[in-house]
T-cell receptor, first 113, second 116 residues
Framework: KAGVTQTPRYLIKTRGQQVTLSCSPI?????VSWYQQTPGQGLQFLFE???????NKGNFPGRFSGRQFSNSRSEMNVSTLELGDSALYLC????????????FGPGTRLTVT | AQKVTQAQTEISVVEKEDVTLDCVYE???????LFWYKQPPSGELVFLIR??????QNEISGRYSWNFQKSTSSFNFTITASQVVDSAVYFC?????????????FGEGTQLTVNP
């Protein structure tokens, strides 16, 4: 069974631009969560989607948004990029909403210049 | 609010040594779940174990073992006879079950280096 896939793997953007990252969960998994990883703040929860609805949201500004499609694939968008948004963005999928085992993708490395 | 503390920032051992990674958590919920993940240099987080708050039995999987003690709010991870391939960053994480859905609160991570 294929794992969680994320595209693109690497991205370089300029401050002020916007970016969209994509995540395809493991087949059969319906919950997708997003995390930001930085050296200073560590791993922080962004949001969770289940059945195309945002179920949980972390403490991030409104510039960070996401959505989930009917096939459970998810996208996250960051508008008006700031230098501090440079990070590894990880997507995780699980069978359903709740404290199930979450399986992570390889991440998208975003660099904002 | 929930919190996970991994006091050991870096650990360096020689191959075949046993090593224990500490994890202390804080939560007000009586139902919660604890996890360990491994992050090799490639960056992908690899799931190792999930344990719920009602199951305090220790678990062993090959060279890996976990010691869960509610009395001290700890969920420690031991690697027996460490190998170079065990070198990675290890994260302990907490989920408060019903109240937080799939949301994981991670510790700061412990960088383990196993030298040949």
């Amino acid at each position: 069974k294929a794992g969680v896939t994320q595209t693109p793997r690497y991205l370089i953007k300029t401050r002020g631009q916007q970016v969209t990252l994509s995540c395809s969960p493991i087949s059969g998994h319906r919950s997708v969560s997003w995390y930001q990883q930085t050296p200073g703040q560590g791993l922080q929860f962004l949001f969770e989607y289940f059945s195309e609805t945002q179920r949980n949201k972390g403490n991030f500004p409104g510039r960070f948004s996401g959505r989930q499609f009917s096939n459970s694939r998810s996208e996250m968008n960051v508008s008006t990029l700031e230098l501090g948004d440079s990070a590894l963005y990880l997507c995780a999928s699980s069978l359903a909403q709740g404290a199930f085992e979450q399986y992570f993708g390889p991440g998208t490395r975003l660099t904002v210049t | 609010a929930q919190k996970v503390t991994q006091a050991q920032t870096e650990i360096s051992v020689v191959e075949k040594e046993d090593v224990t990674l500490d994890c202390v958590y804080e939560t007000r919920d009586t139902t919660y779940y604890l996890f360990w993940y491994k992050q090799p240099p490639s960056g992908e987080l690899v799931f190792l174990i999930r344990r719920n708050s009602f199951d305090e039995q220790n678990e062993i999987s090959g060279r890996y073992s976990w010691n869960f003690q509610k009395s001290t709010s700890s969920f420690n991870f031991t690697i027996t006879a460490s190998q170079v391939v065990d070198s990675a960053v290890y994260f302990c994480a907490l989920s408060e079950g019903e109240t937080s859905g799939s949301r994981l609160t991670f510790g700061e991570g412990t960088q383990l280096t196993v030298n040949p």
